[in-house]
């Protein structure tokens, strides 16, 4: 069942743009242990600092353990640095991923220099789509892209949509994709209530909030207002606080010209100014649930 898994941002009769894996977390539970991380470095040396001060010798008589507090401070900072938070500060909001269906190519964002869109041909054998799974937690999947030299060698990797848990979660984007490049955006979709963009990829703080939401699961999601709101707002923050650092991610004008929309588009879906906007309609909401309803029931292990 051809579904976007809250990877899709913008589709009309020209392309259709994904978020990759990396905006989902971007910015949450390893960015705040990094933050935390700087912050403890710097607490452990001033408060070294502070209690040499206060000693018979003073800060000048301590020199060497001062200077082998700051080398520790300075290393754990670094580390936090170049493990974590380099990854997620002063980059971009989201990297996109365009598919264009009037001309049959791929545009994989990586940076707004030249150079920075790698085009790919749609149906081009060194293109090669599957189902990757993560480094660290081989139980998030996700839709990945290698790109292949003429020796069948991996060049360039690229993620489209989410990591989801389940092969399904992969397989319905990729079935929108699909359909969308063939049989064009009037026959995306199976019922008229799917027609809906559900993420917003402004980086508001409402939008950050929300992604904790999603990403912190059902189970606790009664607790967010009340005993679970300083994990959540210190998340949320967190979030919000590194969009901040970043830049939003802006294709070439050839590109550009190459994707020029219809004014009067039937098929352009309404871009939410947050997430889950239009879920306030209750045929919207209802058709979410049904399809909820029927992705559980027919996984195989049901």
Avoid at 40 to 64: H, L
Avoid at 82 to 101: A, K, M, S
Avoid at 258 to 278: G, T
Wanted: net charge negative; charged share 20%; with cysteine.
């Amino acid at each position: 069942m051809p579904d976007d898994a809250y990877g899709l941002i913008s589709l009309n009769s020209t392309y259709m743009d994904f978020v990759d894996r990396t905006f989902k977390i971007k910015g949450m539970p390893h960015c705040l242990v990094g933050v935390f991380g700087c912050a403890f470095a710097v607490w452990m040396f001033c408060g070294f600092v502070q209690s040499a001060s206060e000693t018979p010798e003073g800060v000048i008589g301590n020199v060497g353990s001062l200077s082998l507090v700051l080398l520790m401070s300075l290393a754990m900072a670094w580390v936090m640095w170049f493990v974590i938070l380099r990854h997620d500060l002063f980059q971009y909001t989201h990297y996109p991923v365009r598919f264009n269906r009037i001309t049959r190519k791929i545009y994989f964002f990586r940076h707004n220099g030249p150079g920075g869109v790698t085009v790919v041909p749609w149906g081009s054998p060194y293109a090669f789509f599957h189902i990757g799974r993560g480094a660290q937690n081989p139980e998030l999947l996700d839709l990945r892209c290698h790109l292949l030299d003429r020796n069948q060698q991996i060049q360039q990797t690229f993620t489209i949509g989410h990591f989801w848990e389940h092969e399904d979660d992969i397989r319905e984007p990729w079935a929108l994709i699909c359909r969308y490049m063939q049989d064009g955006p009037e026959n995306c979709y199976d019922d008229p209530r799917d027609r809906v963009i559900t993420l917003s990829s402004d980086p508001t703080i409402r939008n950050c909030w929300l992604m904790v939401i999603l990403m912190m699961g059902t189970a606790l999601m009664p607790l967010r207002t009340n005993l679970m709101f300083p994990v959540y707002g210190a998340l949320t923050l967190c979030r919000w606080l590194t969009f901040k650092t970043c830049r939003k991610p802006v294709f070439p004008p050839e590109i550009e010209a190459e994707c020029q929309i219809d004014p009067e588009d039937p098929y352009r879906l309404p871009e939410p100014r947050f997430m889950a906007e239009f879920a306030s309609d209750p045929a919207i909401y209802a058709r979410a649930l049904e399809r909820h309803k029927e992705r559980v029931m027919w996984r195989p292990e049901n």
